[in-house]
Nanobody, 123 residues
Framework: QVQLVESGGGLVQPGGSLRLSCTAS????????MGWYRQAPGKERELVAI??????????DSVKGRFTISTISRDNTKNTVYLQMNSLKPEDTAVYYC??????????????WGQGTPVTVSS
């Protein structure tokens, strides 16, 4: 009932920038949180950045000052979360996933994950 479509990953040189986007659509009544996670080869998935409806964004220490999360909502039917990534480092290489949590119009809660978009930082 909630679809997530991610885009924006790719190959970039160290020091470069990328912007990821994730659009959530469906029978959404409200969103509590939108965030980005990443999983590097051989490692566990980790939180990169998250923004909640009741507070300011939180970032992993490793990306503070370099990444910025932002959101755009249109009548709660189409909600987009962006991750602007600047000063990218090779250690930022991973598959990036967006996660959206909230409530449907049926009043049921939901949590959805995107399909993942790969980011490779290499010269």
């Amino acid at each position: 009932q909630v679809q997530l479509v991610e885009s924006g990953g790719g190959l970039v040189q160290p020091g470069g920038s990328l912007r990821l986007s994730c659009t959530a659509s469906g029978s959404i009544l409200g969103i509590n949180a939108m965030g980005w996670y990443r999983q590097a080869p051989g490692k566990e998935r980790e939180l990169v950045a998250i923004t909640r409806s009741d507070g300011s964004p939180n970032y992993a220490d490793s990306v503070k000052g370099r990444f910025t999360i932002s959101t755009i909502s249109r009548d709660n039917t189409k909600n987009t979360v962006y991750l602007q990534m600047n000063s990218l480092k090779p250690e930022d290489t991973a598959v990036y996933y967006c996660r959206v949590a909230g409530k449907l119009r049926s009043l049921r809660t939901f949590e959805s994950w995107g399909q993942g978009t790969p980011v490779t930082v290499s010269s």
